[in-house]
């Protein structure tokens, strides 16, 4: 299985936030449901 590394800081300034946030809301995590929880509504704020 191959990864993408993505930085959020330039996510957030390439596509605004609320472009982000939509995609990161997608999110799933099945087998933990904490990141799931962490990337849908916490990593732009972390991020910043």
Do not use: H, W
Request: some cysteine; overall charge negative; proline content about 2%.
């Amino acid at each position: 299985m191959d990864y993408i590394e993505l930085n959020l800081l330039e996510m957030l300034d390439t596509y605004g936030e609320d472009k982000l946030q939509a995609v990161l809301s997608r999110f799933m995590c099945p087998q933990n449901t904490d990141v799931e929880n962490f990337i849908q509504s916490k990593a732009v704020t972390f991020a910043r």
